[in-house]
């Protein structure tokens, strides 16, 4: 199972997502790796991480990967019985923006959505929703918005449950579990 969890700035989507978590981990047993894409990059991106390391149960694993997302589920030691929390994708793309900014874009959601599909594990994905907003200035920034737009239609398109968030509130907008 893929879970989507989409949302904005302080939505309230990285706290539904990591409840949805516990609770199935307290449900099934399985065991849980938080998957981080976040960089400590200044000061207050280090506060945020360390607010998000102290929501979470500490007998979780971690695995930090600020890029190579594809690698990591396609390792052969994350066996079927286990559940892994990736928050979240838009950092994840806006680290590969800043690391690779020439890449095919394409391809890379491509072998993401690929590499997910392949994985056995339950899966929850926090990304934010970015394109409620005013159109940025500046190319980067209207890039951005666009690779994350195409990147969570996309995944939308694949998953089995999509949920946006919004205030706090969850709303389900697509669940083919049921």
């Known amino acids: 199972m893929i879970h989507l969890v989409l949302g904005g700035a302080r939505s309230g989507k ?5 409840e949805q978590v516990m609770h199935l981990s307290a449900s099934t047993n399985l065991p849980v790796t938080f998957v981080a894409t976040a960089t400590a ?6 506060q945020r991480i360390a607010y998000h390391e102290a929501e979470r149960p500490d ?22 019985k286990q ?16 690391e ?15 590499a997910l599909q392949a994985c056995k594990c339950d899966i929850f994905l926090v990304s934010n929703e970015v394109g409620l907003g005013i159109i940025p200035m500046g190319k980067e920034s209207r890039i951005f918005v ?30 083919t579990t049921q």
């Not at 694993?61 to 396609?74: I, K, M, T, Y």
């Not at 559940?83 to 800043?98: A, E, K, M, R």
């Not at 690779?100 to 690929?114: A, D, I």
Request: glycine content about 2%; overall charge negative.
């Open 100 to 114: 690779y900014p020439e890449q095919n874009f394409k391809t890379l959601f491509s072998e993401l959505l690929s």
């Open 83 to 98: 559940i892994l929390l990736i928050d979240c994708l838009t950092l994840w793309l806006n680290n590969q923006l800043f």
């Open 146 to 175: 666009d690779q994350a737009g195409w990147l969570n239609q996309a995944l939308a398109a694949l998953v089995d449950k999509v949920t946006f968030t919004a205030a706090g509130l969850p709303m389900t907008l697509k669940d």
């Open 41 to 46: 990059s200044d000061p207050e991106m280090a």
């Open 59 to 80: 007998h979780w694993r971690l695995a930090e990967v600020p890029l190579d997302l594809n690698l990591l589920l396609a390792e052969t030691e994350f066996l079927p």
């Open 14 to 18: 990285s706290r539904f997502a990591l």
